[in-house]
Every structure is written in C-alpha cells, then in structure tokens.
T-cell receptor, first 108, second 112 residues
Framework: KNEVEQSPQNLTAQEGEFITINCSYSVGISALHWLQQHPGGGIVSLFMLSSGKKKHGRLIATINIQEKHSSLHITASHPRDSAVYICAVKTTGNQFYFGTGTSLTVIP | ETGVTQTPRHLVMGMTNKKSLKCEQHLGHNAMYWYKQSAKKPLELMFVYSLEERVENNSVPSRFSPECPNSSHLFLHLHTLQPEDSALYLC???????????FGPGTRLTVL
C-alpha cells in the first residue's frame, strides 16, 4: 500500500465545472505539496502547505492534519487545466512520498 | 537560461553504453534532486544533494552514479542499464533540502 493515495485516478470535466481532487496519507508529515505535470513531463509546484488553506488564482488547496487528508479544488475549470495532479508529502523524518497522480481532462 | 534545465531531453542507449544526464539550476538553490518516473508508478526519489554533499540515496542500483561538482550542477552517470530502467528522469532543486522544489523538464530515457 502506498503511503499517499489519491482519488480519483482519472477525472473528466466540462469546462466551467468545479473540480476536487483528494489526497490521503498514512504517515506523519511536516508539509504536503501539490504538483502539476503537463504532457511532456514538466512538473510545476502549485502549493506547499502544512495547515489550513491556500489560494492561488482559481486553485485552492486545503489540508486537515487530524484527518490526514488534503484536497485540491479548481474553480471555473478550463481546458488548459488538463494535466496530471500529484500529491506529495514530506515526512517528519525528511522523506518524500508521492501519490500516483490524478489525470484531469477538461473538455471545452 | 532560467529555472532548471536538463540535457539531453531524449536519450536512447544500449545496455552496454555509458551515458550521462546533466542538470543545471539557475535559481541559486542549495539542494538538488534526481527522480525517476516510470509509467503508472509514483515518482521515486533517487538522490538528494545539499551543498554538493549527498544526503540521501534511496537504495538505487550502482549502475546509477550521481555527481554534484557544485551547487548549480548535477549529473547522473549511467552504465550497463537494463530495459526496466527506461523512464523519465527528473531533476529538481530547492532553496533548502526538502522544501518547495522546482523541476526540470526531464530526460526521457529508453534502454534497448
């Protein structure tokens, strides 16, 4: 079993829809990262958070430390949001674990 | 050049070849990383360097040999690889180890 589990694995949405991607983890962490990977491979760091909520444009990330759960929300989704979204955790022992990613396709 | 660059972007090699992957960061960061991404698998952290010193080596086979000559450059030397080593190899850097990382575009490696 992977230390980091994401759901759903694949997601197709209509342009404009509100999207939620979930991440659950089973280890003690000091920080959680959300990453975006476009076709071709390049990865961009979207958020690093250790508590509460962060917002950047149409993206919102939340984390519940007690529940060991984080969500990434995309409001007013757009075809350019189509990518793989990866959740990663940094443990208190300074190890990194990654989820397998959620593949998002937004249809015009 | 800005950010994190990797060369080559694509590499095809035979099992008896020796090749090297290069990563360069232009961000003034002190930590650099090598990752392996295979199809349908999570990212795997291979090596971490902090101020040119290796701080983590996650049970990576010896056919992968990293080198960090200075804080801006990171190499991954490859020799006698296996077909299952075919993957996307990503380099990243961060200001301090294990903090927010900036990734390069990756090298797509195919071992025949």
């Amino acid at each position: 079993k992977n230390e980091v589990e994401q759901s759903p694995q694949n997601l197709t949405a209509q342009e404009g829809e509100f999207i939620t991607i979930n991440c659950s983890y089973s280890v003690g962490i000091s920080a959680l990262h959300w990453l975006q990977q476009h076709p071709g491979g390049g990865i961009v760091s979207l958020f690093m958070l250790s508590s509460g909520k962060k917002k950047h444009g149409r993206l919102i990330a939340t984390i519940n430390i007690q529940e060991k759960h984080s969500s990434l929300h995309i409001t007013a989704s757009h075809p350019r949001d189509s990518a793989v979204y990866i959740c990663a955790v940094k443990t208190t022992g300074n190890q990194f674990y990654f989820g397998t990613g959620t593949s998002l396709t937004v249809i015009p | 050049e800005t950010g994190v660059t990797q060369t080559p972007r694509h590499l095809v090699m035979g099992m008896t070849n020796k090749k090297s992957l290069k990563c360069e960061q232009h961000l003034g960061h002190n930590a650099m990383y090598w990752y392996k991404q295979s199809a349908k698998k999570p990212l795997e952290l291979m090596f971490v360097y902090s101020l040119e010193e290796r701080v983590e080596n996650n049970s990576v086979p010896s056919r992968f040999s990293p080198e960090c000559p200075n804080s801006s450059h990171l190499f991954l030397h490859l020799h006698t690889l296996q077909p299952e080593d075919s993957a996307l190899y990503l380099c990243a850097s961060s200001q301090v180890p294990y903090n927010e990382q900036f990734f390069g575009p990756g090298t797509r490696l195919t071992v025949l």
